[in-house]
């Protein structure tokens, strides 16, 4: 959790191969500064009771005291700066519009599965071009395979990420946002999310259309 000077409240999920920042839209911050709780520490507070959650921190016994129905205290780990860090370096962003970032949504959404496949955590081809942005998703048990005659941008690319991490990010954005592939990551970028997820290599390739 970390708030900033323009009292926004953040809450930042860092792991070895993704990095997530969400922005809370409605929170009060008071005091700008950085709090780490263990990721299952801090889903257990939200199933806390109540209307409002009101949150202070105790920073000489390393607490974080949550009011909300009912009052629970976490214990807090260290963060650094440095640890909320990704290196962007080199990244060149695309502008994509509000509702072109509706369209991805639509499209990837078209490409899901209501079977024991459920997880599907297999990858998905995206590619953009000038005639259309198509979808090539792969898992263990099936494939999809979708095309669409409209392009997101004029700048054309091609990239495979794990399905289900887009799709998160996705339903999180809610105006235009900024995309960005690397050597290793496909960045997403808005006012309210900021997502770094790893590229994969492509799983289709043992199926046809």
């Not at 909300?68 to 214990?75: I, L, W």
């Not at 998905?124 to 395979?145: D, H, I, P, Q, Y």
Request: aromatic share 10%; net charge negative; charged share 25%.
């Amino acid at each position: 959790l970390t708030s900033t000077k323009e009292k926004t409240l953040w809450i930042i999920a860092n792991e070895p191969t993704h990095y997530m920042k969400v922005a809370v839209v409605g929170a009060e911050v008071t005091k700008k500064g950085l709090v780490g709780l263990a990721s299952d520490i801090f889903s257990s507070t939200l199933s806390m009771r109540g209307s409002e959650y009101e949150a202070s921190y105790d920073e000489a016994n390393s607490k974080l005291d949550i009011n909300c129905g009912s009052k629970n205290s976490a214990y807090v780990l260290d963060v650094t700066k440095e640890s909320i860090a990704r290196d962007k370096g080199g990244s060149k962003y695309i502008d994509i519009p509000a509702k072109k970032v509706a369209f991805m949504r639509e499209v990837f959404k078209y490409c899901t599965f209501q079977t024991p496949d459920a997880s599907f955590t297999g990858s998905a081809l995206f590619k953009n071009t000038k005639e259309g942005m198509s979808v090539r998703f792969a898992s263990v048990n099936s494939c999809a395979f979708y095309d669409a005659k409209e392009s997101i941008s004029k700048t054309e690319f091609e990239v495979t990420v794990p399905m289900i991490r887009v799709m998160d990010v996705l339903s999180l954005v809610s105006s235009e946002a900024k995309i960005s592939i690397t050597d290793s990551c496909f960045i997403i970028e808005s006012d309210t999310v900021e997502a770094v997820i790893p590229t994969m290599e492509d799983e289709t390739k043992g199926y046809t259309d």
